[in-house]
């Protein structure tokens, strides 16, 4: 048996940034993952947006460090994570979205968002040849961007092995260990480790995690399908959020990267429940008519990629973050549906200010936010 302070269950988007911050506490600290190496679950399917530009203030803070963190990475570190500064864009072409966003500005501008609703010709300067038929306007984040999740989740890993974090790949938590009402460690098939805090950042995982020690999480996967084409010359940084709903999903969004590459992906409605990866013929001819309809040049490109990924969700949309009470040391941060690549560093700090109890006046407004213990009731209701 190996001891430490802390064990991660989980190399992923949360996982691996929640090592990096744990390491700079100078913590020995171990990282499980079932995988070859970091990032090989649900990180290396994000398409990499990261945004602040949320409707709720705890996650606006979060990403908000989480983009602090990955803007100034390659100064700080050396390390190219494809960070492009391009911002968000709502195009809006409907009341019911041009309602929805700007009651949500006074609470952004409040957290600190840099956002506005902007004219139909900002709009257009942001999306060169966007469809003007209709364009009321929209919201413009110019601070949110993207990045490589690969990229970005291997330079935490080599950063967090700098400040004496241990990872053990293709090693597979089976059971999370308690004794006396707390946790003593994780069991592996070949070994068991010691320590008494184990942080579950399972992702889609986590709720067969959590059962092994008898809790019960409600996290559950839901398939999404992305798409990336051939490279082209540049001519829309911006992430482009089309709220509009349509056949078989609630919007779509897309960007071009730091390659030239347009990335895409739905929300599809309603959800697609369980671990299914498997990609559909359904999403390209779904997704790229929509698509070319608000931008036209978007019809002559070649997809030259398409594959599917797992969001871990919750009943209302918001992450799982706290300590078990009825398991002493055993501290989930999960079900980020989907936003863990963007939460991830900003959450990892969190994380590592509870491990550590120095939780700061913000952290403890963020925390009851995501709280475990939350009341579900109202959502589970609407959802009967």
Known sequence: MRNYDVIIA??????????????????????????PSP??????????????????????????????????WEEKFGDDIEWLKGGYTFPVYRQTEEKLLKSFLP????????????SPKKIQEVVQGINPEGLIGGTFSPDDGSASPLLAINAFYRQAKKNGVEFKFKTEVTKIIQ????????MTPVDTYSAPVVIDAAGAGSGELSRSIGCSIAVTPESHEAAITEPVQRFCS?????????PG?????????????VIFCITPHPPIIGND???????????????????????????????RGLYPMTSDGYPLVGWNRDVK??????????????????????????????CTKQDKMVIDKFSLYRDLSCVMEALK
């Open 10 to 35: 989980g190399a992923g988007s949360i996982g691996v940034p929640t090592a990096w911050a744990l390491g700079q506490k100078k913590l020995k600290i171990l990282v499980v993952d079932k995988r």
């Open 249 to 261: 999903s609630k919007n779509y969004y897309f960007y071009q990267n730091k390659h030239g590459q």
């Open 179 to 186: 004794t006396g009402g707390a946790v003593s460690g994780v």
């Open 277 to 307: 990866y498997r990609e559909t013929s359904v999403f390209l001819p779904q997704v790229c008519a929509r698509m070319a309809r608000i931008l036209p040049r978007l019809k002559n490109l070649r997809v030259r990629r398409v594959w």
């Open 39 to 72: 990032g090989q679950g649900e990180n290396k399917h994000a398409i990499g947006g990261i945004r602040a530009t949320h409707s709720d203030s705890a996650k606006i803070i979060v990403c908000l460090r989480s983009l602090e963190i990955f803007a100034t």
């Open 238 to 246: 911006t992430m482009v959020v089309d709220l509009r709903p349509g």
């Open 107 to 118: 609470m952004q501008k409040k957290y600190g968002l840099n956002i506005d609703f902007v």
């Open 329 to 358: 040391g055993l501290l989930h941060v999960a079900g980020m549906c989907g936003q863990g690549f963007m939460l991830g560093p900003g959450m990892g700090e969190v994380v590592a200010r509870m491990v550590t109890d120095t």
